[in-house]
């Protein structure tokens, strides 16, 4: 038997930043991760060099049932204090856009700083850590292979369910039911969609292009761009989009923002299919310019017409068949219900003592490096409250 202050279970961002707080304040913490190794999502994260913060992190970029739960921890750990210790492992690292911020050589270099943190600390690392029951007596109770770890608080912070093949369970859902807290239903989030058989029918060749437009699904918009795959959409624009989209409803895609796309056919002699498609390759890859015009093209040449194109264009609604699913997420939206936890401390209201923290609680962020920013807030809220 091994006795603790606290019990972390999950090596990722949440669980190692919250570790390295607690034991920082002197207490004595096991971190048990089922893997062989901590941080593997880190690894694979930003193409392979983390976007680890957003310099404009701010609540408007995370979804949840409750949008104000997040307020709190986001302003008591900012990406300040992240970008601070960062600099201070001597980590270089760049804005790419919009305030993202990337490691300038490799995300491996953001798991060597928390390991560090973690020896600086007295955090005791157990990786290939199979756990087979959580119970609470006088303390929480974690059995896991022959050994037994006690400690008056746990924090969970076994991320969600995006990515299986990387080992991503449903483990902190099941813990959370366990204690009887409530969860939000959780859905694949950061995803690319899936066109109907007739959609797909039309574009599917057109895997590979990609376009500047403004996605939006239920109230949100974003202007990044969108790609279009195999079997539907991606890019950044329809990421973005898909963690607010909902089975059934359609998402509207303006491929012209901004501008006015007829402008060059109503100005035209004469106005004609080239025209029109002239007019469109000034801001559509040339093949879609030629797709959009063989599926949608203007009724006629009248001015009436041409507004109906343009409005279109503006407009295409598309009702995807689906998500690409959990296997190709980014994250998982939906999970321990806010309402059951503290958001100053991501204590559970109902059992004292235990702690959610990461992709877990219903918290979802924006691309773009604000995952990361919850997790490391979450985690720092409930590190400096145990
Ligand atoms: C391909 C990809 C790229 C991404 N890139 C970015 C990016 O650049 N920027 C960004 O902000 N976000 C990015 N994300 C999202 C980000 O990785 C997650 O939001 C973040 O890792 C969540 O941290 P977490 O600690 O809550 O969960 P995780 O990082 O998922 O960590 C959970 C840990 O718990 C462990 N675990 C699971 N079950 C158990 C169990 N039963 N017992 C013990 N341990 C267990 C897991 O093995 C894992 O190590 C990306 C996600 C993916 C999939």
Redesign the pocket.
């Known amino acids: 038997m091994h006795n603790f202050d606290l019990i972390v279970?999950?090596?990722?961002?949440?669980?190692l930043l919250c570790a390295i707080e607690a034991g920082k304040r002197g207490r004595r913490v096991v971190l048990?991760?089922?893997?062989e190794k901590?941080?593997?999502?880190?690894l694979?994260?930003?193409g392979g060099r983390?976007?680890?913060t957003n310099l404009q992190t701010q609540p408007k970029h995370f979804l949840s049932e409750n949008p104000h739960f997040a307020k709190s921890a986001l302003a008591r750990y900012t990406p300040a204090d992240f970008i601070a210790l960062v600099e201070k492992h001597g980590i270089s690292y760049h804005e790419k856009t919009l305030g993202q911020l990337f490691c300038d050589r490799s995300a491996m270099e953001i798991i060597t700083m928390l390991e560090s943190e973690c020896r600086y600390a007295n955090v005791k690392i157990v990786a290939d850590?199979k756990?087979s029951e959580v119970g609470r007596g006088t303390t929480f109770t974690v059995r896991c292979d022959a050994t037994e770890y006690r400690a008056p608080a746990l924090v969970v912070?076994?991320?969600?369910i995006?990515?299986p093949k990387m080992?991503?369970?449903g483990?902190?859902y099941d813990l959370a039911r366990q204690f009887g807290l409530n969860i939000v239903k959780t859905r694949p989030a950061l995803v690319p969609l899936v066109f109907h058989p007739a959609d797909r029918k039309r574009y599917s060749d057109l895997a590979g292009v990609s376009t500047d437009v403004i996605a939006s699904a239920g109230n949100s918009a974003f202007r990044e761009k969108m790609l279009f795959t195999h079997r539907g959409l991606s890019g950044p624009a329809i990421l973005q989009a898909s963690s607010y989209w909902r089975e059934g409803e359609p998402l509207q895609i303006d491929l012209a923002p901004g501008r006015e796309a007829t402008e060059k056919i109503r100005e035209a002699g004469t106005r004609t299919a080239a025209v029109a498609e002239k007019a469109l390759r000034e801001f559509l890859p040339s093949r879609l310019a030629e797709r959009w015009l063989k599926f949608h093209p203007p009724k006629a040449w009248t001015n009436i017409a041409l507004d109906a194109f343009e409005r279109e264009l503006h407009a295409w609604t598309v009702r995807p068949a689906g998500t690409e699913g959990y296997e190709k997420a980014?994250?998982t939206a939906g999970g321990v219900d806010t309402a059951e936890l503290s958001s100053k401390t991501m204590e559970s209201r109902k059992v004292p003592g235990l702690f959610f923290?990461?992709?877990?609680v219903d918290v979802t962020?924006h691309l773009g490096?604000?995952?990361?920013?919850?997790?490391w807030a979450s985690a720092a809220a409930a590190g400096r409250a145990v």
């Open positions: 279970l999950g090596g990722g961002a949440a669980g048990l991760e089922r893997a901590i941080g593997k999502k880190i694979i994260s930003g983390c976007n680890f850590a756990i912070a076994t991320g969600g995006s990515i080992g991503a369970t483990f902190g980014e994250v923290i990461g992709e877990v962020g490096g604000f995952n990361f920013q919850w997790a």
